[in-house]
RNA sequence: GCGCGGGUGGCGAAAUGGCAGACGCGUACGCCUCAGAAGCGUAUGGGUAACCCCCAUGUGGGUUCAACUCCCACCCCGCGCACCA
């Protein structure tokens, strides 16, 4: 039998008009189960590394409809974003154009190959029955306080006259014209991610199924650390300077006081200073240094110092107040204590302007201390410190702490790196944020029964610093919904992240045009049994759909406290070791393959390629290798009708026995290898095993045809989810009426699993230096007999007496000498 | 700098305390063929004339009858975060 092009297009009309991928959600399901692929943002035709993530996800999909479990398949398409907007400034077409163009191209190379999706349930983001209910999402945070505009600093791009993610400056400038990033002063809109921190990062335990490296990666983000706040009177001022410090405990080595260029209190501060002007001049400088983390080495720290001073209250001494580069504008207070005996950068800073560097911490240990060592930045035992000298690092901390709060300036704190999600774009192609503004009302949120705001169609592309809304009066006029004066319309437009923040529960209800989500359906189906992706989201859309299922369970919207149970991350597929990308030139592309080998050929390759959650070197020399064992199973089934069943009642002969044995550990194993992480390399090489022990068994003559028609029909059973379309046909070839996926997933038999015999291992000190066969479970009597008057133990025993024989059953004994 | 992965043949890899290199690619030789392709078979970690033996899982130590696997120290590669006080 051959394999062809027909076969798979045969299957994929019968799976598409049986409606084998759809799934009813509004009755009970007991054995439900979520397989969710992150949706794919449509910017243009898939490779075979994009394919990766598609077919690990059918397989498991397949896998588990198999094992009889209720599975819903969903797709969708992540559709707004920047590079539709980018081709329709370069290229004059239509984002919304483009990007439906690219949705059917997709549709059509996922059908191609195999993949099973419930088609019903399609989302798509940049369509008004889609972002109508991201703009209630929007509005529900708003509701709740979540939602609020403040005045921000955004990396502008003065080349491209626009705003940039943080993603889109690479070494302190704009990736498309290398023109230097600013930071720039607007008012935008955030969602209050850090009122969800510490729930965001004590749920991470909830987390079990996760790779502990994005649990890692998240709970690093959120960045929670323990310390104290303490204020800092200014002398001869009122101003009192609230600072964050995690070492309260070199209190009496901070030499000078730093402040960042957006400290809060620094325009009063410096209100009535006479060198104003410089200092003005400074922050501005300071301001439009970029921090690009890349250069963080080379970054050279400047400051300035005000003339002004500050009282350490532990001392009652005055200390400089300066203004300082390198303290992060966001972070804590904006405010540091500065300890330059105990903290490299500090140190820095101080040797850089000859500040006094005072040493309070001694090490814990008894060894000495080169002398020339000045910085020392571990936990230790306290000197110079008045009363709390003595004391270790950590008893200091709480004491301290009490200290302070006594005094009412100062107490113990917690700080995070998180920050708000800034969520407004001044871009076209996104949902438009459903805000008011009016002149009497002020900031009026648009009524829900009022949603969608639409996308205006008829728009201007040029980049011009402002989000193309602002141009288009019918869209920016508008009337206010409260007093119905004369108002306007918010034009920035939401982050494409908000769209996949809440994805996963639309597709429960996606033609539900009364409601986002039905609370029932969702309580029903939710979480995600399965989440599959690249682990390039980590980060940002498993942080912020987090975040939002968490306000939604608040809200008494969903009944679960995560949205995604168990998450799986692919590997890259790469060529020539580099990602592959349309500008490198190193992009496969899969209809060649698919034309040439099937798709089945494909799906095979990618999953035998190696581990699925490690990266990949695609090479077309592999490809040929699993079309090669194709081609070799195909030849199984033209064999089938030679095999005669003369006797089935008879027992079964040696090499049958082997093959039975063999059939039974395969699917034990395979069952295994995809119960565990998805070990699909080592599942499908178990089959060639099978495959390879089928052929030899062949070539021996001595199988009959009962076992061979068993050990085929495992073969392509527990090939289906790989192999979908070669393993229908095969199916309805053996004679079965219906699809692969409605038959059982094969259970082995542990009585078949045992040998009768094994070779067992005979090593002498632990070396091997013979081989045994014996019965199963042989006692160990019985082998200590057999194994001393083998010529090549005796050999290496030279004569002398075993100490100690160690005995692994059906495995190796070995003699001690 | 901190954190997380990883380092095994010519290549992708397997083995998580019990015979290192399963499975596949590549290569060589053979069979088939008029010939080629495909297919089939055999071999394939290194040293070696040798399936006698020795060496071999990044390096060096340790634990163990037995270590790719566990422990200690170090080197290298990848990824993430990165002046977070």
Redesign the pocket.
Known sequence: MDYNKSIDQKWQKYWLENRLFNMAVDKDMPNKYYCLVMFPYPSSELHVGHARNYVIGDAVGRYKRMMGLNVLSPMGWDAFGLPAENQAIKHKIHPETWTLKNIKRIKEQLASWGIGYDWDREITACLPDYYRWTQWVFLQLYKKGLAYRKEAFVNWCEGCQTVLANEQVVNGGCERCQTKVIQRKLRQWFFKTTAYAQALLDDIKLLENWP??VK??QT??I?R?E??EIIFGVDGSDIKLK?????IDTIFGATFL?L?YDYSLLPELIKNLPNKKEIEAFIEKVKN?S?S??L??S???EGMFTGLYAVNPFTGKKIPIWIA?????G??T?A????PAH?G??Y?FAKKYNLPIIEVIKPNTEEPRAQSQELFEDEGILVNSGEFTGLASRQAYEKMNVFLEQKNIGKAAV???LRDWLISRQRYWGAPIPMIYCDKCGEVPVPEADLPVHLPKNVEFLPTGQSPLTYVEEFKNTTCPKCKGKARRETDTMDTFVDSSWYYLRYISPKNDKIAFVKEDVNRWLPVDQYIGG??H??LHLLYSRFINKVFYDLGLVGFKEPFAKLFTQGMIVKDGTKMSKSRGNVVAPDYIIDKYGADAMRLYIL????PE????W?D??L??????I??IM?LVDTLGEYRDSDKTSDLNAIEKDLRRKIHSTIKEVTDDLEGNF?F??A???I??L??QI??GM?EGALRKSIYRQAVDTVFLLLSPFTPHLSEEVNSIMGNKGSILKRVWPKYDPAYLQADE????V?V?????D?LVVASGAAQAEIEKKVVELE?VI??LEGKQPK?I?Y?VN??V?I?V
């Open positions: 502990e490296r890692t990666m690093n983000w960045g650390s310390g104290t600072c964050f410090t995690t070492r730093g960042s240094q921090l983390a890349k963080v080495d970054f050279e720290k580069n390198y303290i992060l504008p972070y804590g904006g540091i204590m500065c300890v903290d950068r500090d820095e700080n995070f790196k682990v390039e980590a980060i035998f390629i190696g581990p490690k990266e990949a070197e090479q020399e592999g040929q290798g699993t079309a090669r064992f081609q070799r030849r070990q390399n080592t499908i090489s178990r060639m095993e495959v390879n052929y030899k070539q094994f070779e067992i291992a090593m000190n632990g070396k091997v230096r081989k090549k050999k290496f100690k160690i692994i495995k190796m070995n001690v």
